[in-house]
T-cell receptor, first 114, second 112 residues
């Protein structure tokens, strides 16, 4: 089974802090994704990466950046955390190119910005 | 652009009742369609998928049929259990895009 592991289940940070969310997958997947989940809005794509050092903006990239130095690891960075970034963050991975390949999700990180 | 519309919840049912959660979509290409489930405190798990028109996906007693003529992918189960209580997300993966497009999710509460 594919395993996607997010480093923290719960995280509390202060406004203005630089925040790192880490995600590791063990199935050698090329694609990795960061979503945020908010009530009534479903999942919204922040960034994704289709190869090491490659990234593309998703639908809501403002205030975020990402890093993918190794194939198995994809980091989401909040450069200067703000209260409107309080949310559930979900990481996912998948094989490339074909639309029939599902995404595999981690358990999520619930981030609170005070 | 692509979009997915789900019925709003919560949906509250008694155990052994019949379940339908509606999902319709708009897409520019030839998408694959998915249902994901999120149990409390967990990430999303793939429930079922269909990759072309008239395909039926099924898993754990849940079914959904890819209807291109009505652009729908409704989720059904004949007899729900308390353990089915969760949030259900409909999603599509369109050609030319790398990421999924999700609906807003439907919370299902099953009472004993």
């Amino acid at each position: 089974d594919v395993k996607v592991t997010q480093s923290s289940r719960y995280l509390v940070k202060r406004t203005g802090e630089k925040v790192f969310l880490e995600c590791v997958q063990d199935m050698d997947h090329e694609n990795m994704f960061w979503y945020r989940q908010d009530p009534g809005l479903g999942l919204r794509l922040i960034y994704f990466s289709y190869d090491v050092k490659m990234k593309e903006k998703g639908d809501i990239p403002e205030g975020y950046s990402v890093s993918r130095e190794k194939k198995e690891r994809f980091s989401l960075i909040l450069e200067s955390a703000s209260t409107n970034q309080t949310s559930m963050y979900l990481c996912a991975s998948s094989r490339p190119r074909t639309t029939s390949q599902p995404q595999h999700f981690g358990d999520g990180t619930r981030l609170s910005i005070l | 652009g692509d979009s997915v519309t789900q019925m709003e919840g919560p949906v509250t049912l008694s155990e052994e009742a019949f379940l339908t959660i509606n999902c319709t979509y708009t897409a520019t290409g030839y998408p694959s369609l998915f249902w994901y489930v999120q149990y409390p405190g967990e990430g999303l798990q793939l429930l079922l998928k269909a990759t072309k028109a008239d395909d039926k996906g099924s898993n754990k007693g849940f079914e959904a049929t890819y209807r291109k003529e009505t652009t729908s992918f409704h989720l059904e189960k004949g007899s729900v259990q308390v353990s089915d209580s969760a949030v259900y997300f409909c999603a599509l993966h369109d050609t030319g895009r790398r990421a999924l497009t999700f609906g807003s999710g439907t919370r299902l509460q099953v009472q004993p």
